[in-house]
């Protein structure tokens, strides 16, 4: 969304040509899993047709399965009902007499009683099967813990065994199984990654357990997926699966505290002296504030605002000054911060990496 | 079958000299149950446009990613009151409109037992729509938070709690709805006496019309599951005003619970909006294809089958929120299970079009319509059971587009053929057949291209209730599509809209019997006189009419 999008596109004007030409790239499948450069690039379609990753996989089996039987019923009924229909009308000269009464016939609903009893026996024992294999209660040994909090709007990612905490972004490692835990700190949400899952809700006062175990690399994107108040649309999730020892290296750099520039010292001074540090945690600096996301390394993530806006140092600005603008009726307040003050405190955030 | 050859114009037709202030006075204090059956029918489609403008507004803000023609709270305040709508005031008071007039038409009885019930029923119901839109003009409450509810149809806690929805936009919604509760009620608990102990002679039970057996099944449906959102209802009133926790997440509340008592509620509902569905076709399709319905008595046994299966597979709503794997895998099966009673009736109807001579009238044209779109409703709920599919396609398009395959595909098709079968007996004039056509090719051709092409943004991972969606996520194209099908049902319903003014300016009067169908309403004259029949009938088999037009082969011969 740009900057300048509350008058210029009111009514869609401006982003209707620049959306058929999206529309037919993203026809084209030229977008799956690449580029991450801007918020609202790369990630492509996240179609359940395109798993990366179990269970996601075994689901779209399931589901295949499940739609040829559908497609089977419906091919016979449909074509029943056609043939009826074009066999049985009337003439266009009536007669005036009545076709032969037929009042019913015991053999035929027996048929059509016990066919669909043995389809629904199949289906729901296969059903069962997969219910029970594709959910997982404890952690399977080796795998990775990963700690999910769903928030107005936007997600809290905790990486328990690593000691680190960051937001809307899930990095993960190929090959391993990560086993999620979702919690919630105030309304439903449901965690959504169709290339990787099925969702699975986020409940307050609950714990609910996930797996993932992904099987390709590259950025894959989902969102949140119950409807959870006013920016429901843009609690949007990213994911990347790494290499393991990319995935090593990410982890490493996001054990550190955050980074000190000289340059930018007196932006550091501000964050950390007014309200900013109320909710918001920079490792080495400050680490009260709880109920915002985690910015120590904010500029490790592509986005803002989960998912809102892309994520640099022009945004930000906007985003200090307006978060409206960006995020009508985000949680984050406008500061009222002068544009000097707003701009040495964008370059702060900025030097986050 | 000669549509209407009838050039008298009907006595009751001719009673309209009465002056506006007398004949606005006869309506408002009517206890008659065709009246109130039209003031239901009529009111229904009075929010049917309200909820369609809301429809509108909505594919208008989607039918280009990141449109900003409407705020996120404007979207969200929408599709709270487009379901909330669609359900309670539009499918709920034309179900009981069409039950109102033409029960003790069918079952040859004078009124329904409790006329003056039935009158209080309809205003109650009318009260309770009038206070759900009254938010958006008084809910700005304490803190200026507000106007319409944006909490969801049904109103998740502890979004709809006190913390999270402030002001009191929500407590119109509960009001709204639980006042509108009263009017379901009283009309079933209406429909079940007069059904059971008002037959004329020889009505036996299993001699009742379809559609009176169906309706009886969904009035028992009704006095199951909405005192369960009453209660839930107070509950949540409780929480809001008076410090209780029920759903207060933050005092301990439970969120699922909430979930379990609306879905409790939910299902059966998704029943009692279909089942009348199923009775508008049972007595239309008989009549078009000028045969008996087959297997009559298997159609009340999976009627009967599908109400008691109802209540128990409410928690296929909640596969997602981790039920566990026994539960999970017996809200499945479940569910899977009433595929079977709802295969029998639709193999059932196609049986009775097998071998028929298959008029293809208007009322005909939206039951066919209906039978291909409920069989595709059906599918689409199979694959929807399926838990571990249901953990991808659970709040996704898939499911908006399975639920307007039900209620429009499946209820709002029947209405209409409903509206046009039964218009000439409530107002003793034709509706234009010309017209009628044009309706349902706009309406038919808008259905699918909105609700067909939504299964894809779902499978490809759009859900549900977002106000905005960025671009390439390769869902533009289906949603420029889908927005665009909303136009053509607009101009379907324009058309419909249009055909009853005309039928009242240029009228073309029906004769008590235009269809040269079976059942007693058609007996009487068109419209019925306010006594129904002048001497109460006495009937012999299913068809009373059959027997009398056919007295060499009578159906007691048969049954």
């Not at chain 2, 107070?234 to 008592?261: E, I, K, S």
């Not at chain 2, 034709?430 to 259905?447: I, K, N, P, Q, T």
């Amino acid at each position: 969304m740009s900057s300048s999008r509350h008058r210029e596109r009111r009514f869609g004007k401006r982003a209707r040509p620049q959306a058929r030409a999206r529309a037919s790239r993203a026809f084209l499948g030229l977008l799956a899993g690449q580029g991450v450069a801007q918020a609202d690039a790369g990630g492509g379609t996240p179609s359940l047709f395109l798993p990366v990753a179990e269970p996601a996989q075994s689901i779209l089996d399931y589901g295949t399965l499940l739609v040829l039987i559908c497609a089977v019923i419906f091919v016979v009924v449909m074509g029943l009902l056609a043939l009826t229909v074009v066999r049985f009308r009337a003439s266009a000269v009536d007669d005036g007499e009545e076709p032969p009464q037929i009042y019913g016939s015991d053999q035929l609903e027996l048929a059509w009683t016990v066919v669909p009893v043995l389809i629904v026996i199949v289906l729901g024992l296969i059903t069962a099967g997969r219910i029970v294999a594709l959910q997982k209660d404890t952690p399977p040994a080796g795998s990775l813990a990963v700690r999910v909090v769903g928030h107005q709007w936007w997600w809290e990612l905790e990486y328990p065994d690593h000691g680190f905490v960051t937001a809307n972004e899930l990095h993960l490692p190929l090959g391993q199984v990560a086993f999620l835990e979702l919690e919630s700190e105030d309304v439903i949400h449901s965690f959504w990654l169709p290339q990787l899952s099925g969702k699975l809700d986020v409940i307050p006062n609950r714990t609910n357990t996930m797996w993932i175990e992904p099987q390709k690399t590259g950025m894959f994107v989902g969102q949140c997926a119950e409807y959870c108040g006013t920016q429901h649309a843009n609690m949007l999730l990213r994911v990347f699966v790494h290499a393991p020892e990319d995935f090593e290296r990410w982890v490493r750099d996001q054990q550190q505290e955050a980074r000190r520039v000289a340059a930018h010292a007196e932006g550091r001074a501000l964050f950390a002296t007014t309200a900013c540090v109320n909710c918001h945690t920079v490792r080495g600096l400050s680490e009260i504030g709880s109920f915002g996301p985690d910015l120590t390394h904010l500029m490790s993530r592509t986005t803002l605002a989960a998912g809102a806006a892309v994520n640099d140092e022009a945004r930000l600005v906007d985003w200090l000054t307006d978060p409206d603008h960006i995020k009508p009726g985000a949680r984050m307040p406008a500061m009222k911060l002068s544009d000097a003050q707003i701009a040495r405190l964008a370059g702060y955030l900025s030097s986050l990496e | 079958m000669s549509a209407s050859t009838e050039t008298r114009v009907p006595e009751a037709a001719k009673r309209t000299t009465a002056g506006w202030s007398q004949s606005l006075h006869d309506w408002v204090t009517t206890v008659d149950h065709k009246r109130l059956g039209i003031l239901y029918i009529a009111a229904g489609f009075f929010f049917l446009v309200i909820g369609g403008v809301e429809a509108i507004l909505m594919r208008a803000q989607l039918a280009v990613p990141a449109n900003t023609l409407l705020e996120p709270q404007e979207f969200n305040r929408l599709f709270t009151m487009h379901g909330t709508t669609m359900v309670f005031l539009v499918g709920m008071p034309i179900i009981t409109g069409f039950g109102n007039y033409l029960i003790p038409l069918m079952i040859g009885a004078r009124d329904m037992a409790f006329p003056r019930l039935n009158a209080w029923g309809f205003w109650m119901f009318l009260l309770g729509g009038i206070v759900l839109y009254m938010s958006y003009f008084a809910s700005m409450g304490l803190y200026g938070a507000g106007t319409a509810p944006d909490v969801g149809w049904f109103a998740y806690a502890p979004l709809a709690g006190k913390a999270f929805s402030r002001g009191n936009a929500t407590d119109y919604w509960i009001l709204g709805i639980l006042i509108s509760g009263f009017g379901s009620v009283s009309g079933a608990i209406n429909m079940v006496t007069t059904t059971l102990t008002m037959r004329c002679p020889g009505m036996k039970m299993n001699r009742l019309p379809l559609f009176v057996w169906m309706m009886l099944v969904v009035s028992f449906l009704i006095l199951l599951a909405l005192p369960v959102l009453t209660g839930a209802q107070v509950m949540l009133l409780f929480d809001r005003f008076m410090g209780a926790h029920f759903f207060d997440t933050q005092a301990g509340g439970d969120a699922v619970l909430w979930q379990h008592f609306f879905w409790f509620f939910g299902h059966p509902e998704v029943y009692i909006l279909m089942i009348p569905g199923f009775a508008y076709a049972s007595e239309i399709i008989p009549v078009f294809s000028r045969k008996v319905i087959f297997g009559y008595s298997f159609m009340v046994a999976a009627t009967i089958a599908i109400g008691l299966v109802a209540v128990g597979v409410w928690a296929h709503h909640m596969f997602t929120v981790g039920l566990g794997k026994g539960l999970s895998v017996w809200f499945a099966v479940m569910t899977m299970i009433v595929g079977i009673p709802t295969g029998i009736k639709l193999f059932n109807w196609i049986a009775t079009l097998y071998g028929g001579k298959i008029l293809l009238r208007t009322p005909m044209l939206f039951c066919i319509g209906f039978i291909g779109q409920f069989l595709v409703a059906g599918l689409s709920g199979i694959l929807l059971s399926g838990a571990p599919l249901n953990w991808q396609l659970s709040d996704s398009y898939f499911v908006v587009a399975h639920f307007h395959y039900v209620l429009i595909g499946g209820l709002v098709f029947t209405i209409f053929g409903a509206c046009y079968y039964w218009f000439p007996k409530m107002t003793g004039r034709m509706l234009s057949e010309r017209l009628g056509r044009w309706h349902f090719w706009l309406f038919f051709v808008g259905f699918h291209l909105t609700f067909t092409t939504m299964h894809v943004q779902g499978v490809l991972g759009m859900p549900r209730r977002i106000y905005t969606y960025p671009a390439e996520r390769g869902w533009e194209v289906w949603n420029a599509i889908s927005s665009s099908g909303a136009i053509l049902q607009a101009l379907g319903v324009a058309v419909f809209l249009f055909a009853l003014v005309q039928a009242f300016r240029r009228p073309q009067w029906a004769g008590p019997d235009p269809w040269n169908a079976w059942t007693l309403e058609w007996s009487t004259s068109s419209p019925p006189p306010a006594y129904n029949f002048l001497t109460i009938p006495e009937v012999r088999s299913r068809r009373p009419l059959w027997d009398l037009k056919h007295p060499d082969d009578p159906d007691w011969e048969h049954e």
